[in-house]
């Protein structure tokens, strides 16, 4: 485990070009809303890097501004101020029918809330993304991840005739589907119980791992961010620590340093039930 605190807030590390290994990555990156004495500042120039074939999770007490991260990183909400590029696209100079095209074609997305179709079947949610985009699905790859996620024998159900923790793994095959650049994950665990959370955390990580696939989550679990590479710590809109091979001790530790007691507490009392 290594850890340590983060200093690159700063205006001469936004000129510094990231390495090929990094696959999506912003430079002073604002994220205000509103305006005038009701501004929010979200995010107050980040500098980051999301390194290929990794799974990163990006964790923080309720309001530091990971969700606006990975919205802005994802191409979902407009940035303030900044650079924000994934896959070699600048996000921040694109329109909103080419980041829809990015979306769709570039990027996947896992929700809390699961997100499927639901008049659609298993199946069919799965390869939405490419029906959409009129792109062919890759069958043998279809079948890949349909196994991964021991979806087999589930293929043609719809939605409301599979447990939560099967929706959410039709909803990460979906967003795996397409062998997206970045696989974007909000909560992905927030509604499930703690096996069917720990079987997604698994199939997560296991795309990383035999399928390179590159996956940013953001997360209040300790348990779940044990799963990542890396975490990667927010307060107050700015970058405050980062762990690498995380355990789910040393993130609960880092969470108390930060002052989220409730959090960690929470997380401690769930890590023994
Ligand atoms: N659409 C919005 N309009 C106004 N303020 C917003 C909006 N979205 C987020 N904020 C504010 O920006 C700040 C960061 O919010 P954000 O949702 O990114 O935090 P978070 O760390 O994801 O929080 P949580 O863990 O509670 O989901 C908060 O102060 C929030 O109230």
Redesign the pocket.
């Known amino acids: 485990m290594t850890a340590h605190t983060l200093t690159s807030n700063h205006p001469a590390s936004s000129l510094a070009a990231p390495p090929a290994s990094v696959i999506a990555y912003a430079r002073g990156l604002v994220k205000t809303?509103?305006a005038g004495e009701t501004e929010?500042r979200?995010l107050d120039g980040i500098d980051v890097d999301f390194a290929r074939g990794e799974l990163t999770a990006i964790m923080?007490?309720?309001?530091?501004?990971?969700?606006?991260?990975m919205?802005c990183m994802a191409g979902l909400d407009t940035v303030t101020s900044g650079t924000v590029v994934v896959d070699d696209m600048n996000v921040g100079r694109m329109s909103e029918r080419q980041l829809t095209a990015l979306r769709r074609t570039r990027l996947g997305f896992i929700f809390q809330s699961f997100n499927l179709i639901p008049t659609l079947t298993a199946a069919e949610n799965i390869t939405l993304p490419l029906d959409i985009a009129r792109r062919p699905v890759d069958r043998a790859h279809f079948a890949a991840i349909v196994a991964a996620v021991g979806l087999e024998d589930r293929l043609h159900h719809r939605p409301s005739e599979l447990s939560g923790g099967q929706q959410q793994r039709v909803a990460c095959a979906r967003a795996l589907v397409a062998r997206p650049a970045v696989v974007f994950a909000d909560e992905p665990t927030g509604n499930l119980d703690s096996k069917s959370a720990g079987d997604l955390l698994r199939f997560l990580r296991g795309s990383v791992d035999d399928l390179g696939q590159t996956v940013v989550m953001?997360t209040?679990d300790a348990r779940a961010a044990a799963y990542a590479h890396r975490v990667l710590f927010?307060a107050d809109?700015r970058l405050v620590h980062e762990l690498t091979d995380p355990t789910q001790a040393s993130v609960l530790d880092v969470m108390r340093s930060m002052g989220d007691e409730t959090e960690a507490e929470h997380e401690h009392d769930g890590a023994r039930r």
Request: charged residues 5%.
């Open positions: 809303y509103g929010v979200a923080g007490p309720s309001g530091s501004g990971k969700s606006s991260l919205h953001v209040h927010l809109g």
